[in-house]
């Protein structure tokens, strides 16, 4: 803040100087006299008081701007875009006098042009090619990993950005999978992702309260795991509203994948051509098959929708439906595997008491 006064009187200054000129101009002389000396004052007042007011925008405003762009670049594209702008300016340099020898209006504004078009030209080529550029001369490039085998690295497949959706982290399944080391991957949280789960755990409603809790609570979890690579983005697609689609489009932009288990979510990014990481499919994929004829020990704990049906769970959340295992509820009995039922929702599975088998 102590800046802005400062850029308001070097703008008052500056814009004080501009009126004073104009005012000469239109008086066609710098003579004080009766009738010129309020023309040249309140000009140079006006332009002052104009600078003072309007710097912070003319000013300050795009100072700020050009810093904050400065944090963005990489080291090494704003030295290899430095170096290629002074190579640029000193090639306009040379052509400078031969080009002002041409007749008006040439003469004048060509060297201008040349400067610009040079200076461009400069920083443009040696920001795309800055790693030919540095290892002429032998330099390892700022910024950029990697030492004498950087040639035979840069051809790896570099480890898959996982865009976390919504319903996965409130799901919790995924700080699990993600401990176990099967997510080989980078995963990245938008901040319009964290915006929702905070709303959520806002609510008044209180099963949505909880819900954004427990997500809250599984990125803590995923953030404090030093063996998982998990950061939050920016990345804010402005061109589309809703979560789902922004996640699509990240996916795109990124070629990356999108973790969830929302089964629309999952049918439009697959349309789109976007990869998805479908929890609930992990989930059936890696339960215990089983196969006609097998036998299973499972505790019958409640009645089927059939007439004299039992119904079990396995350990993974498989159902089991029990022909004629009612007579068995709340009873542990070893049964035979009839038929395997796989639906959407998961596999279900047929049996029969084994002394039926």
């Not at 080291?75 to 400078?96: P, T």
Request: glycine share 10%.
């Amino acid at each position: 803040m102590r800046f802005n006064f400062l850029f308001r009187i070097i703008g008052a200054l500056l814009y004080g100087f501009i009126g004073y000129e104009l005012a000469i101009a239109f008086q066609g002389s710098a003579e004080l006299t009766t009738a010129s000396a309020p023309i040249i004052g309140g000009a140079t007042l006006g332009g002052a008081l104009l600078g003072f007011i309007l710097s912070p925008w003319l000013v300050t405003a795009p100072a700020r701007a050009a810093r904050n762009g400065l944090r963005n670049i990489p080291m090494g594209d704003l030295l290899a875009g430095s170096i290629g702008l002074i190579i640029g300016l000193l090639i306009s340099a040379l052509l400078a006098f031969p080009i002002s020898r041409l007749p008006p209006p040439f003469g004048p504004i060509l060297p201008f042009v040349t400067m610009l078009i040079f200076g461009y030209l400069g920083a443009t080529a040696l920001v795309m090619r800055q790693r030919e550029f540095f290892k002429f001369f032998g330099i390892k490039p700022p910024g950029l990993e990697g030492s004498e085998g950087e040639e035979e690295a840069e051809p790896r497949a570099k480890a898959p950005i996982l865009l976390l959706d919504t319903s996965v982290i409130i799901d919790g399944r995924i700080a699990d999978i993600a401990k176990t080391g099967f997510l080989l991957g980078q995963l990245q949280v938008p901040r319009f992702v964290l915006q929702e789960l905070q709303y959520i755990a806002d609510s008044s409603d209180a099963l949505r309260r909880n819900r954004g809790r427990r997500g809250l609570e599984i990125l803590d979890r995923l953030q404090n795991n030093p063996d998982i690579d998990i950061v939050f983005v920016d990345d804010d697609p402005k061109d589309v509203k809703q979560v789902d689609d922004k996640l699509i489009r990240l996916g795109l932009d990124k070629d990356a994948a999108v973790v969830t288990n929302d089964y629309n979510l999952n049918r439009v990014a697959q349309l789109q051509g976007v990869k998805i990481l479908n929890i609930n499919e992990l989930a059936n994929a890696v339960k215990a098959v089983y196969l006609p004829g097998e036998e299973i020990p499972i505790k019958i704990i409640q009645e089927g929708k059939e007439a004299n049906q039992g119904v079990g769970y396995l350990e993974d959340g498989t159902m089991v439906v029990i022909e004629n295992g009612r007579p068995y509820i709340n009873q542990e009995v070893l049964v035979h595997v009839t038929k395997i039922l796989q639906t959407n929702a998961g596999r279900l599975i047929f049996a029969v008491p084994g002394t039926e088998g």
